[in-house]
């Protein structure tokens, strides 16, 4: 087999190369040619194809990206921001935590078990490469209509594989949302999340500084799995699963449970200069990014690494997304010290190279040089585009067509219906067929986790701080209008996060969409991250990483537009953390915030009606700052008992899973003048339902008043009496709502 | 004077640190131990830890059965050291026939993690004692082969001999034979079971506190 080498590529410039089939595009192909002065390598050719997809490049979106950084408040609270592997965060005492959301929608699609399991190993390896010790997971997932065939196939699979990593990577699992919709048939999303905690002072960042420094390749072999998968898998549109299954990496959470370990000691030993894991584009990605981030210049001997089939060529190498793979810069003294810890834990490590002044990224394979390209024009200096933008014609058939005149449940009996019908809504329904796969109590350090409004974990067993984290995003509000929907997904994982009593303090985000080739997608990408970038700065949370998925579409329909959002909280007494469920006799039940007849892209308008059309909910941030406040506030103090912030499906929901979470019911009494319906099941956002133990009324109310939150109080919480009772309208026995809620799922997936 | 107690990390063993902290919680001094030692470093009980050991790989506990520090716990079990094994734990006993019988794939075929009833059935073993026999508690499962299955003449010799320790009570979560959760060996000193305790040790974090009469026999 005739290796193509620097030397080769000097003397045959007119060769015919496949970049193409790469997915390169002319234009990008002569920048390369002009970069290099001379045609790439086939081993150039692929790095730049790689780290020029749309997946690693951000070529369409990095023009709007740059908002969230311009416009990121200003922040004591932030240790790293964007542009790192994950954004790190002061937690206060000397503690730090990182978080990250990450997209694996297409291998999930194509290989459900398998794509959704690397999703979670990839993402896991990107809080470990901050120094931090992973500390859990969450996700957010979408999948097509419950009854679609195609949801039967991908959406076991990928709670199995999310279930099946996470759990033998031994990290609990604190929550996340399922959502379904008939767009995302073709089309599932997994968005997984990690957090991570560590000393502030032991934070570790992706460089390759220090000429002669060596550069060590460690954990699994390299195979050839997961070629291609960030440029052919995560950047085109596609239709044929079976023919891409080579594309999707196959994951073995074992050997990343050791590398997990293997690391810890490794940071506890202060043995590395950087670090950096191998997931999208492997070694291409790992190699540019250390050099490009440090001194710029590396020398690899590719022939060094440790490979799971002989055969290999070195582009196969250099493209192979092999999970379970780092990549750590050690000073020469070091090495040894480095090279026993792996071997107590049996992970494979390889000195491939070391740092050079040369400027250059540099790879050798058998003597011979095969790549030879300034690093920062793979890693930073792709394409960057500027798509077309063209705001599509429907957007105003939604506005016109706003549900007005669908009808609605008068009294009683109708009420109760819709009430039965929405809360077994598979979105609204009970998720613990897909929770009760996953492991929530490993680590010892779990206060809250699905289905609470957030999960909640320990900073370690030995203090009592703890963060927050919620995901959220409604697809069906970014439809109808982008920039809102951005702001509602933030403002909802803002209000989670408080309500639990935690402060928010960052933002991490997985913008999914369609093709970016499409101008109207493009159009709702650029409301959806302007709308975002402004509520962060109103709210004074920066967004500290995350990522983009494009090409989310099957033929020319894409997804509903799916700004994923998470916010992490911290709190620094774990023991004052308020849970949803009603907890104790003759508790108040309040309604804080303000019910507007807002109905627009609601639960109940899709669950009743399968309609969807109207304006989202209206934003009012300040009002959402005004209510974190309070509910954190009250938490401290021991003024409530239970909190539930109100989204889909609005208070009925809420009241829903706070009686049956607590196995407790309630008395409600429609305010004097409300619309029982509106009151209900409008999703007006800004607002929460908190339950205050009687001898705590006064000074919470009171305490509602001084701030100028409206606190409307709704009811009381009864033992006795086990139903959900809405005065005068009807009451449901606890055991009728739990069947309507809990079976959907169960039903259908087994 | 406190026990000191070990708990073995294997690679892929995720409830060490878990196990360890309960035993600190009771009162009682936990000792790490490392699969690849040989002496068991003058503790007075072991406890393997749930997660999955050597990935799983083969069969659940099947390679762990190997590691060096295994002959120790087995020997150390002959002679009447209490040993307790808890899911994957319990895996490694089996194959390691200290104990009857194997675990395999959950009757529904998923991964099943929630708060599980069980009844106390034998509070005379070595880690029970501190329950009253039939006493009702509360303890979360997690496993995805936790389904007990052992013919039937070992199943009724078992019971015969007031071998089960905990029973699943309320709801079978798993298709173990006779609801079996947990079991002892002749003498009592050995125990394996699937349920957690050691993830209910504190209300804060678990599901409740009722897994900690597991661990504070051992505390002064």
Redesign the interface.
């Known amino acids: 087999m005739s290796v193509d080498t620097v030397k080769a590529a000097k003397k045959s410039p007119k060769q015919e190369q496949p970049y193409t089939e790469l997915g390169l595009k002319d234009d990008e192909y002569a920048r390369i040619r002009e970069l290099l002065g001379r045609r790439p390598t086939s081993s150039e050719l692929t790095m730049y194809s790689v780290m020029w997809s749309e997946h690693c490049s951000y070529k369409s979106s990095k023009i709007h990206l740059r908002q969230l950084a311009e416009k990121a408040p200003q922040t004591d609270a932030l240790l790293v921001g964007i542009g790192e592997n994950a954004g790190v965060v002061d937690a206060g005492d000397g503690w730090a935590v990182t978080f990250k959301i990450e997209s694996h929608n297409h291998p999930s699609f194509v290989e459900p078990y398998q794509g959704a399991a690397t999703g979670v190993g990839g993402i896991v390896r990107d809080i470990l490469t901050m120094g931090a010790r992973p500390v859990a997971v969450m996700d957010s997932l979408r999948f097509g209509r419950v009854d679609a065939p195609d949801t039967a196939r991908v959406l076991p699979g990928v709670v199995a594989g999310i279930g099946g990593y996470g759990n033998c990577l031994g990290l609990p699992n604190i929550g996340g949302e399922v959502s379904f919709d008939e767009s995302y048939v073709g089309n599932p999303l997994v968005n997984a999340l990690c957090v991570g905690v560590m000393r502030k002072d032991a934070i570790k960042l992706a460089t390759a500084k220090g000429k002669g420094n060596k550069v060590i390749l460690f954990g699994a072999k390299t195979g050839r799995d997961g070629i291609g998968g960030v440029s052919v898998l995560a950047s085109a549109t596609f239709q044929d699963g079976d023919a891409k299954r080579p594309s999707v990496q196959v994951g073995d959470p074992f050997a990343e449970k050791v590398l997990i370990e293997c690391c810890q000691e490794i940071f506890a030993a202060d043995l590395i200069v950087g670090i950096q894991d191998l997931g999208g584009a492997g070694l291409s990605c790992a190699t540019t990014e250390l050099a490009s981030a440090g001194d710029g210049g590396m020398r690899i001997e590719l022939d060094r690494v440790p490979l799971r089939e002989a055969s290999m060529s070195p582009e196969e190498v250099l493209a192979s997304e092999s999970q379970e793979r780092m990549c750590a810069i050690v000073e020469p003294a070091k090495v040894d010290d480095f090279l026993t810890i792996c071997r107590k834990w049996d992970v494979l490590a390889t000195v491939i190279g070391e740092v050079t002044s040369t400027g250059r990224l540099q790879v050798v394979w058998h003597g011979e040089l095969i790549v030879d390209v300034p690093p920062r024009t793979v890693a930073h200096e792709g394409p960057v585009y500027e798509r077309p933008i063209e705001k599509p014609p429907e957007q105003e058939a939604y506005a016109r067509h706003d549900g007005s005149k669908l009808r609605r449940p008068g009294k009683g009996d109708e009420l109760r219906a819709a009430l039965l019908k929405v809360v077994a809504s598979p979105n609204v329904a009970d998720k613990s067929w897909v929770t009760d796969q996953y492991d929530r109590y490993v680590l010892g350090n779990t206060v809250l986790a699905q289905p609470e409004n957030a999960g909640m974990v320990r900073l370690s067993s030995d203090t009592t701080r703890g963060v927050a984290i919620s995901v959220d995003g409604n697809g069906r509000y970014s439809l109808l209008d982008p920039y809102t929907g951005a702001q509602l997904a933030l403002a909802e994982a803002y209000r989670n996060v408080a309500s639990t009593g935690a402060r928010p303090l960052a933002v991490t985000n997985c913008l999914n969409f369609g093709s970016p080739e499409d101008p109207g997608v493009m159009w709702q990408f650029r409301e959806a991250v302007r709308g975002l970038a402004d509520a962060c700065q109103t709210l004074g949370v920066p967004v500290t990483g995350g990522n983009v998925s494009f090409y989310n579409q099957t033929g020319h329909t894409p997804i509903l537009p799916t700004p994923i959002v998470g916010v992490l909280g911290v709190i620094d007494d774990v023991t004052r953390r308020v849970t949803h469920a009603f907890r104790s006799d003759g508790a108040q039940i309040y309604l804080l915030g303000d019910t507007r007849d807002e109905l627009g892209g609601s639960e109940w308008m899709e669950a009743v009606h399968n309609f969807l059309g109207g304006r989202p909910p209206a934003v009012d941030l300040d009002r959402e700052r005004l209510l974190a406040d309070v509910m954190i506030e009250a938490a401290r103090e021991g003024l409530i008992e239970s909190a539930h912030d109100l989204s889909d499906a609005g208070l009925a929901a809420a009241l829903v899973e706070s009686c049956l979470h607590g196995g407790l019911g309630a008395h409600i009494t429609v305010p004097g003048g409300a619309d029982p319906f509106v009151f209900l099941f409008s999703e007006s956002a800004g607002r929460a339902i908190v339950s205050v133990p009687r001898r705590m009324d006064d000074s919470f109310t009171d305490r509602c008043a001084q701030r100028g939150l409206p606190c409307t109080r709704i009811g009381v919480v009864d033992v006795l009496s086990p139903a959900l009772e809405v005065a005068g309208q009807f009451d449901v026995p606890l055991t009728e709502l739990r069947g309507a809620w809990s079976a959907p799922l169960r039903t259908l997936f087994g | 004077m406190s026990s000191r107690v070990g708990v073995v990390t294997f ?2 063993s ?2 060490d ?2 196990a360890a ?1 309960a035993v600190r919680v009771a009162g009682a001094e936990a000792v790490p131990l490392w699969h690849a030692d040989t002496t068991l470093n003058g503790v007075d009980a072991v406890i393997l830890p ?3 050991s ?4 083969l069969r659940a506990g099947a390679i762990a059965r190997f590691a060096p520090i295994m002959q120790a716990v087995v020997k150390a079990a002959h002679d009447g050291m209490p040993v307790l094994g808890i899911c994957n734990g319990f895996q490694v006993l089996c194959e390691s026939h200290l104990l009857p019988g194997a675990l395999v794939r959950n009757d ?1 075929r ?5 708060d599980q009833y069980l009844i106390v059935e034998n509070a005379e073993t070595a880690w029970t004692a501190g329950y009253r026999h039939g006493q009702e508690i509360v303890v ?1 499962i ?1 496993n ?1 082969e936790g389904g007990y299955v052992a013919d039937e003449r070992v199943l009724d010799e078992i019971e015969a001999e007031g071998r089960v320790v905990v029973r699943y009570a309320r709801d079978n979560p798993n298709g173990s034979l006779r609801d079996i959760a947990g079991i002892t060996n002749d003498a009592g000193n050995v125990v394996g079971l699937m349920p ?1 305790p ?2 209910a040790v504190e209300a ?4 409740g506190a009722d897994g900690l009469p597991f661990f504070s026999w051992a505390a002064p």
């Open positions: 690679p892929g995720l409830d640190r878990d902290r749930g997660g999955f050597y990935g799983d790989y529904h998923k991964f099943i993690c929630r979360p997690k995805g957690h050691e993830h804060l974090t678990g599901a």
